[in-house]
């Protein structure tokens, strides 16, 4: 009987060890996530994300280009820039050749050896999604989702194989210390741009209102293809314009009013798209700040789409550029704390911290932060007396305004630097034009009088 009793003693000693365990190894602590992976360019980035060593990968997009890019063309029977363009810049590709440009994607040896030791979800953005810039009318969108699905080795009896969108929502770790990912669909239900229409569409709207007022988590991580918090294409129009929901004002106010009637607790955001990366926080959406954390992109980035002797310029640009949510500090390696070279995002959760603390980060090919923030849960709490008083003392100002309700002399003074450059620049030819006329004219009479 003693022995019985010892040996159910030693059992029950033996579960707890092991439920104690694995709890333990359930625990989300390090999240790293990217977009923008053209599959035909070299990846060296996986081998760094490795050593990061995440428990999940989250993909935001563009994570194959899977339409063709046509060269630019002005004059000609097809035209696919300028005041005469007839002719799209990009066109979608065939089925057989979206689903060799993933298999390629697939067996990168780093990603293979990524996705074999840890959980891979994701969602989409234009380039994969079938074509660049595309929404709710592409006709390709449903063969496309099944392609991302199984990209993605997603179960054949999933819900998502039979909705119309690819979003969908985890919840990861054990209780008290859960992290919930939402990741949302930018594209399927998506209207025209400068519509100020529909994101999300009806189901998906329903869908993420259940959701946020589900169970509570320690932190809810909400995945969205493009840029939330941002809007720099109110600063750089009309020069040239970026995607985002502040392009559809309607449905980010309504995003954001859904996050604060929900009274979820440490929100926020991750985005790709942009092809740099940035930081950006929004005061005066909740009541605690909301932070978008953009990484963009894991091959493709803007200073890799100009002469390394340029790029400083792509540098200034960005540090000229009028901004009202970009997070500015000392982490950042350039003083506009934006990085125009490839990157991904990572998220490291200190839950033995008094109180619980993330770092976010931008993070190089190498692995070292180039933009980054330390942030504690208990300031995104909607319980944040501090915050709420500073936001009605009016101690908090700098990040509330949005970058569209600046000036029009600020908001647009990009603009004005370029046109007055290019107009210099013109009076500069010219100037040479006249000089050289004037000189070859001295040397033709001089020739007439010899």
């Known amino acids: 009987m ?66 063709t890019r046509l060269p630019f063309k002005i004059f000609g029977k097809e035209r696919t820039i300028g005041p005469w363009k007839n002719a799209p810049r990009f066109i979608p590709v065939s089925e057989e050749e979206l689903q060799s440009r993933y298999k390629t994607a697939k067996n990168n040896p780093g990603y293979t050896r990524l996705r074999e030791k840890i959980q891979v979800i994701g969602t989409w953005d234009d380039h994969d999604y ?122 980010r106010d309504r995003l954001l009013k859904l996050i604060s009637d929900s009274r979820r607790d440490a929100v926020l955001f991750i985005s790709g798209d942009v092809h740099f990366g940035e930081v950006t926080r929004h005061d005066c959406a909740l009541c605690y700040p909301l932070y978008d954390i953009t990484s963009s992109g894991l091959t493709q980035a803007v200073e890799k789409a100009v002469p390394s002797s340029l ?52 993070r190089d090919v190498n692995g070292d932060p180039v933009i980054g923030a330390n942030i504690s849960l208990s300031e995104l709490q909607t319980m944040n007396t501090n915050h709420v008083s500073a936001l009605k003392t009016g101690e908090i100002r700098q990040h509330c305004s949005l970058e569209v309700n600046l000036p029009w002399v600020i908001r647009h003074h990009l603009a004005f630097l370029f046109f007055v450059a290019l107009a210099f620049f013109l009076l500069a030819l010219v100037f040479l034009f006249h000089a050289a006329a004037s000189v070859g004219g001295h040397f033709l009479c001089k020739c007439k009088l010899d």
Request: proline share 6%; with cysteine.
């Open 2 to 67: 003693a022995t019985a009793v010892w040996v159910i003693f030693l059992q029950v000693i033996v579960i707890g060890l092991a439920c104690t365990r694995a709890s333990e190894e359930s625990l989300v602590s390090r999240i790293a996530f990217g977009s923008c992976a053209n599959q035909s360019a070299p990846q060296p980035i996986w081998n760094t994300i490795n050593e990061f060593d995440p428990q999940l990968f989250i993909w935001l997009g563009d994570n194959i280009y899977g339409d």
């Open 130 to 251: 079938g074509l660049n810039d595309a929404g709710k009318e592409f006709s390709g969108k449903n063969i496309s989702q099944r392609l991302l699905l199984d990209f993605l080795d997603e179960p054949q009896d999933s819900p998502r194989r039979k909705q119309a969108g690819v979003y969908a929502s985890y919840t990861l770790g054990p209780k008290d210390k859960q992290v919930k990912v939402i990741l949302l669909d930018t594209r399927y239900h998506r209207d025209p741009l400068f519509s100020d229409g529909c994101i999300l569409g009806s189901s998906q709207w329903s869908w993420l209102e259940k959701e946020l007022n589900g169970p509570k988590s320690a932190l809810t991580i909400i995945g969205s293809s493009i840029q939330v918090i941002s809007n720099l294409s109110a600063t750089t129009g009309p020069l040239f314009y970026l995607e985002s929901w502040g392009r559809f004002p309607k449905e």
């Open 311 to 362: 790029h400083f310029l792509v540098r200034v640009v960005a540090w000229l550029t009028p901004t009202t949510m970009r997070v500015i500090n000392p982490n950042c390696r350039y003083r506009s704390c934006t990085y125009g070279q490839p990157n991904f995002g990572a998220i490291e959760i200190d839950w033995g911290a008094n109180p619980v603390t993330l770092k976010v980060e931008v």
